[in-house]
């Protein structure tokens, strides 16, 4: 079955860097676009950022365009969102979800938490 | 801010019909090209969302049918019929809008079950 398993949240201060990996399997990953979702606490959904089934598209929301990048690794069958500059409202949790087409995500990982705070 | 507006709750008892809909514009829900397919979300409380509605109309294996979706114009609607106490959680509609070149979600509708 498939499989979206999110690593590398944590704290981190306001300014630095993090980077979020996403190990899928169950499915033929170089076949599918890939997406990142994030959650602030208690909040809706926003979507962050697109990457197309062979990374040579990138799509990303304007609140974080110019700071995050979106890559994959078909090879390692693994999903990656680079954040730089940080800021305390990029605290959420960041979920790694699969593509379905026709603007429909059919797969969400369980998420991983990114804190944003001194 | 959301691109796509849902009502923030509805509630029904047991047995009971609701419906949530989805208001957009003619770039996303009502783009009459490209992908301007509506999807429906349910996010169980503390769970990641699941996929319950895709294409504006399509169930994914193992949903019931008791779950139906609908497009017309600018706006999409979730239906629900026979709830029951599992389906309390928050519903969020989703689709493509081409003049973002972004994944757009509604504002959530949280269902309760009285």
């Known amino acids: 079955q498939v499989q979206l398993v999110e690593s590398g949240g944590g704290v981190v201060q306001p300014g630095r860097s993090l980077r979020l990996s996403c190990a899928a399997s169950?499915?033929?990953?170089?076949?599918?676009?890939m997406h990142w979702v994030r959650q602030a606490p208690g909040k809706g959904l926003e979507w962050v950022a697109l990457?197309?089934?062979?990374?040579?598209?990138?799509w990303y929301a304007d609140s974080v365009k110019g700071r995050f990048t979106i890559s994959r690794d078909n090879s390692k069958n693994t999903l990656y969102l680079q954040m730089n500059s940080l800021r305390a409202e990029d605290t959420a949790v960041y979920y790694c979800?699969?593509?379905?087409?026709?603007?429909?995500?059919?797969?969400w990982g369980q998420g991983t938490l990114v804190t944003v705070s001194s | 801010q959301s691109v796509l507006t849902q009502p923030p709750s509805v509630s029904a008892a047991p047995g009971q019909r609701v419906t949530i809909s989805c208001s957009g514009s003619?770039?996303?829900?009502?783009?009459?090209?490209?992908?301007?397919?509506v999807s429906w979300y349910q996010q169980l409380p503390g769970t990641a969302p699941k996929l319950l509605i895709y294409?504006?109309?399509k169930r994914p294996s193992g949903i019931p049918d008791r779950f139906s979706g609908s497009k017309s114009g600018t706006s999409a609607t979730l239906g629900i019929t026979g709830l029951q106490t599992g389906d309390e959680a928050v519903y969020y509609c989703?689709?493509?809008?081409?003049?973002?070149?972004?994944?757009?979600f509604g504002t959530g509708t949280k269902v309760t079950v009285l």
């Open positions: 979800t699969k593509d379905l087409g026709g603007g429909a995500i059919d797969y």
């Open positions: 003619s770039s996303n829900i009502g783009n009459n090209y490209g992908n301007s397919y």
């Open positions: 169950g499915f033929t990953f170089s076949n599918y676009g």
């Open positions: 989703g689709t493509w809008d081409s003049s973002l070149s972004a994944e757009v």
């Open positions: 990457i197309s089934y062979d990374g040579s598209n990138k």
């Open positions: 294409d504006n109309n």
